[in-house]
């Protein structure tokens, strides 16, 4: 499972309110990724790392913020909670390896805003 | 058009079927295509993983990459009940910021 952990796996929050979700690695990757789901999207990149400090959006990074300040974590900030951000969001991690660009995903953390 | 079409199905199959799935895309820079199979209230797991073009099997899957077509296959032979998920396709271009299709729903019945 590429020691992937997320949490928490499940938050219900109100409209307005700061969120923070959290992945944790252990096995030193470089890269690491938040995504949302949502039916009819598919999975959709809000913020990605590719080392320490260094952050860049994704397609979806509207109203969502990161930072990364270990190499294992990577946190997922939503400043004010809207029910639009209602989804199932994963982490996932790249090896960063130059042949090989594959991810391996956490297990998800379902989040409803009311 | 979006970059990587995948057609969200449902595809329903009996058990012991040939199942092919598929992808088209539009970005011929694309050279790393990836299979991820997703259990229901899951997350994706990496299924197969192509580096340009040819085919790799791996058990009862086989994943072809033919890139003058821009066309990417997932077989599954003989086909399981176990089998029925969410499989999405993925590429990238050296990025390490893979495209995702949306994913199609399988249903194996016995």
């Known amino acids: 499972d590429a020691g992937i952990t997320q949490s928490p796996r499940h938050k219900v929050t109100e409209t307005g309110t700061p969120v923070t979700l959290r992945c944790h690695q252990t096995e030193n990757h470089r890269y690491m990724y938040w995504y949302r789901q949502d039916p009819g999207h598919g999975l959709r990149l809000i913020h990605y790392?590719?080392?320490?400090?260094?952050?860049d959006k994704g397609e979806v990074s509207d109203g969502y913020s990161v930072s990364r300040s270990k190499t294992e974590d990577f946190l997922l900030t939503l400043e004010s909670a809207t029910s639009s951000q209602t989804s199932v969001y994963f982490c996932a991690i790249s090896e960063g390896r130059e042949d090989q660009e594959t991810q391996y995903f956490g297990p998800g953390t379902r989040l409803l805003v009311l | 058009q979006k970059e990587v079409e995948q057609d969200p199905g449902p595809l329903s199959v009996p058990e012991g079927a040939i199942v092919s799935l598929n992808c088209t895309y539009s970005?011929?820079?694309?050279?790393?295509f990836m299979w991820y199979r997703q259990y229901s209230r899951k997350g994706p797991e990496l299924l197969m993983y192509t580096y340009s073009s040819g085919n790799k099997e791996d058990g009862r899957f086989t994943a072809q990459v033919d890139k003058s077509s821009k066309y990417i296959s997932l077989f599954i032979r003989d086909s399981q009940p176990s089998d029925s998920a969410t499989y999405l396709c993925?590429?990238?271009?050296?990025?390490?910021?893979?495209?995702f299709g949306r994913g199609t729903s399988l249903i194996v019945h016995p």
């Open positions: 993925a590429m990238s271009r050296g990025s390490y910021i893979p495209t």
């Open positions: 790392s590719y080392g320490v400090k260094d952050t």
């Open positions: 970005n011929s820079a694309f050279q790393y």
